[in-house]
């Protein structure tokens, strides 16, 4: 059976109490969602081709434009696509737990404003 959208947020979940203290505390408002497919809205305004496109998003104001948000503004949230992820674990090259791992590093990167290595980093430290 495959794993459920469940499954998926407790991988995701143990990847983040697996990140440094600093990054988990400021961690502590994001909503992390596991959603089987990124909506109608999200693909339009991310030009995807397919649904299958699109691992993981991070959405809101990464945490250098924190301070000037507008009232009523939403909390940031990181989401992880199952569906997704599941195809590119069937092809057999990571484990799952890895690949949400390296998913939700890289989001968890977006929220922070990090550059690509410095994500990399992260991610090292959390495996």
Same mark, same amino acid.
């Given at each position: ?43 339009? $305004? !991310? ?6 496109? %699109? &691992?993981? +998003? ?6 250098? *434009?924190? /301070? ?7 909390? $940031? !949230? ?6 997704? %992820? &599941?195809? +590119? ?6 484990? *799952?737990? /890895? ?29």
């Amino acid at each position: 059976m495959a794993p459920t959208l469940a499954d998926i947020e407790a991988l995701a979940q143990a990847a983040v109490e697996r990140l440094p203290l600093l990054f988990r505390q400021h961690l502590a408002s994001l909503i992390l969602r596991v959603e089987d497919f990124p909506d109608a809205e999200v693909m339009a $305004d !991310m030009a995807l081709e397919t649904p299958w496109d %699109l &691992l993981g +998003l991070y959405w809101g104001r990464h945490v250098g *434009l924190k /301070g000037d948000e507008p009232s009523g503004a939403l909390p $940031d !949230m990181i989401f992880l696509y199952r569906r997704p %992820l &599941l195809d +590119l674990w069937a092809e057999g090259e990571e484990s *799952l737990e /890895g690949l949400v791992t390296h998913v939700l590093v890289h989001e968890v990167g977006h929220h922070f404003g990090l550059s690509d290595d410095d994500m990399e980093a992260i991610e090292a430290a959390a495996q």
